[in-house]
């Protein structure tokens, strides 16, 4: 007769994941809180925001720092370095294009239906449009990805424990994080489901950011470049 496993969490790895995601959100809170509906004004949120093109991606550095260092010291990137190999970041690019393919064609289908949808970036944090390009594509590209992978795939993974069951759990509630309930989680499930796929085959946290960071900083332009290239065949 088969038992039935039980599944326990981990509460220490999910208290980690909570605070270092509340500390993130911080920077954004402290540096564009006139962007919110109810803003906590500090003495020195002028200054942040008057600043914010500087204040904030050097906040949110730290931030990507202190989340960094915890998981290292707890020795989860041991092996993080292993194994790499041309045929394995060419598998990378190959995702990474069909990834980029599939949200292109989800999006159109979703206005040629009505509905709206838009690049994820622009939609998630619409303050950044008010910061440098240089600085949005360090954010989206590099600093976001990092903390936002360690974050949902690392430390969620250790708190579940089973890694089937993080599987489930963190690809939606990564979505839901980033839209909450509307049609624009759809692009957010595909990108979403890759880059907590490729985590779980290996528990290498370096594919999920790699994939993450690349669709971050190629989408609009493959946007571009595909409308383009079907207006002309067409």
């Given at each position: 007769m088969?038992?039935?496993?039980?599944?326990?969490?981990?509460?220490?790895?999910?208290?980690?994941?909570?605070?270092?995601?509340?500390?993130?959100?911080?920077?954004?809170?402290?540096?564009?809180?006139?962007?919110?509906?109810?803003?906590?004004?500090?003495?020195?949120?002028?200054?942040?925001?008057?600043?914010?093109?500087?204040?904030?991606?050097?906040?949110?550095?730290?931030?990507?720092?202190?989340?960094?260092?915890?998981?290292?010291?707890?020795?989860?990137?041991?092996?993080?370095?292993?194994?790499?190999?041309?045929?394995?970041v060419?598998?990378?690019?190959?995702?990474?294009?069909?990834?980029?393919?599939?949200?292109?064609?989800t999006?159109?289908?979703?206005?040629?239906?009505?509905?709206?949808?838009?690049?994820?970036?622009?939609?998630?944090?619409?303050?950044?449009?008010?910061?440098?390009?240089?600085?949005?594509y360090?954010?989206?590209?590099?600093?976001?990805?990092?903390?936002?992978?360690?974050?949902?795939?690392?430390f969620?993974?250790?708190?579940?424990?089973?890694?089937?069951?993080?599987?489930?759990?963190?690809?939606?509630?990564?979505?839901?994080?980033?839209?909450?309930?509307?049609?624009?989680?759809?692009?957010?499930?595909?990108?979403?489901?890759?880059?907590?796929?490729?985590?779980?085959?290996?528990?290498?946290?370096?594919?999920?950011?790699?994939?993450?960071?690349?669709?971050?900083?190629?989408?609009?332009?493959?946007?571009?470049?595909?409308?383009?290239?079907?207006?002309?065949?067409?």
């Amino acid at each position: 007769m088969k038992t039935i496993k039980k599944y326990k969490l981990n509460l220490f790895y999910l208290l980690l994941f909570v605070l270092l995601h509340t500390l993130y959100k911080i920077p954004g809170y402290l540096v564009f809180a006139y962007y919110l509906d109810n803003p906590l004004i500090l003495p020195f949120t002028d200054f942040l925001y008057t600043n914010s093109a500087l204040a904030f991606p050097i906040l949110l550095t730290l931030v990507a720092v202190i989340v960094i260092i915890i998981p290292y010291y707890l020795g989860f990137f041991k092996n993080t370095f292993e194994g790499w190999s041309t045929i394995r970041v060419f598998r990378l690019l190959v995702i990474l294009f069909v990834l980029l393919l599939l949200i292109y064609f989800t999006n159109v289908l979703m206005i040629r239906l009505g509905f709206s949808s838009s690049n994820h970036v622009g939609r998630s944090q619409n303050y950044l449009i008010t910061m440098p390009k240089v600085m949005q594509y360090y954010i989206i590209g590099i600093v976001a990805p990092i903390i936002e992978e360690i974050l949902w795939r690392v430390f969620l993974f250790k708190a579940v424990g089973n890694k089937n069951l993080a599987l489930v759990v963190s690809w939606p509630l990564f979505a839901f994080a980033h839209t909450g309930l509307s049609l624009e989680i759809i692009p957010y499930l595909l990108l979403s489901f890759i880059v907590t796929w490729a985590y779980y085959r290996n528990e290498n946290v370096l594919e999920s950011i790699f994939i993450h960071a690349s669709y971050n900083l190629l989408s609009p332009l493959s946007a571009q470049f595909l409308n383009s290239f079907f207006h002309f065949i067409v």
